[in-house]
């Protein structure tokens, strides 16, 4: 005990509460009325106001950028856009 008496006591004095310390108290939270509330829900379609949930497992279609549905790319397309066919071997490719 005599080897760790100082860090003991120190522990001990960080341990204690703080006396005659003055923390100031938190201001109340903003809170919304109910009619704020049903605002906010319904902009946001939170909850009930959302509307029917989408079965997560089930793709929808999303359209491009173009506004056309999206669809799976073609070679044609990864050769127009990259300038590499799909079909030929990493070997073509690197010689040409």
């Not at 509307?51 to 999206?70: K, M, Q």
């Amino acid at each position: 005990m005599a080897e760790i008496s100082g860090a003991w006591a120190r522990r001990q004095r960080l341990a204690a509460p703080a006396v005659g310390v003055q923390a100031p108290a938190l201001p109340e939270p903003d809170r919304c009325t109910p009619a704020e509330a049903a605002e906010i829900i319904e902009r946001f379609k939170i909850g009930r106001g959302a509307g029917p949930v989408r079965d997560a497992s089930r793709p929808v279609p999303v359209p491009g950028a173009s506004g056309a549905p999206s669809r799976k790319p073609t070679c044609a397309d990864y050769i127009r856009l990259f300038g590499i066919d799909p079909g030929e071997s990493y070997d073509q490719q690197a010689a040409a």
